[in-house]
């Protein structure tokens, strides 16, 4: 058994920093590498993608599409890799299941903001699964095998306008 103060990287797995500004003998004295003068050879320099005065590319090019910083990320499950845990022993198909129960089992890695379930595959067992929120497909093949299915995800409440 390796001891703790053992404990090393693969051979050649690692290199180390290249040390620049120390004397010539190191390949890398006097300049470091930069070159003689000019704005790139000072430090503190940030000229990536600036262009001469030139509209840059980046600023030419259209703004495209709406990205929501407040959509929710899910962890997505289909039935055919809770089939696939059941028949490996790694669920209990006869014991509720619940996000923390896959993450134990392996079936999913995180949580994230929920677990959404999804209709791809069959499914034989008969399950009694709470997640945040599952496809209408998902759904009826959890029913039809004879499971049940609850969410989480609070439905929109349709407000009556008269």
Do not use: C
Request: no cysteine; aromatic share 4%.
């Amino acid at each position: 058994m390796t001891k703790l103060n053992e404990l090393a990287p693969r051979e050649g797995s690692t290199k180390n920093r290249m040390r620049v500004g120390r004397g010539p003998g190191s390949g890398k004295g006097k300049t470091a590498g930069r070159g003689v003068k000019g704005q790139k050879a000072r430090s503190g320099v940030a000229i990536a993608g600036f262009e001469g005065g030139q509209m840059p590319l980046h600023m030419r090019m259209p703004k495209r599409g709406f990205n929501n910083p407040f959509a929710k990320k899910f962890a997505e499950v289909n039935l055919w890799r809770l089939e696939q845990a059941i028949a490996a022993g790694k669920l209990d198909a006869k014991a509720a299941i619940d996000a923390k129960v896959l993450i134990a089992a392996g079936v999913v890695r995180r949580a994230l903001d929920g677990v959404r379930l999804l209709g791809k595959g069959e499914l034989t067992s008969k399950l009694n699964i709470t997640v945040y929120s599952a496809s209408a497909s998902a759904r009826a093949a959890v029913e039809k095998a004879g499971g049940t299915l609850t969410t989480t995800k609070k439905e929109a409440v349709a407000e009556a306008s008269a």
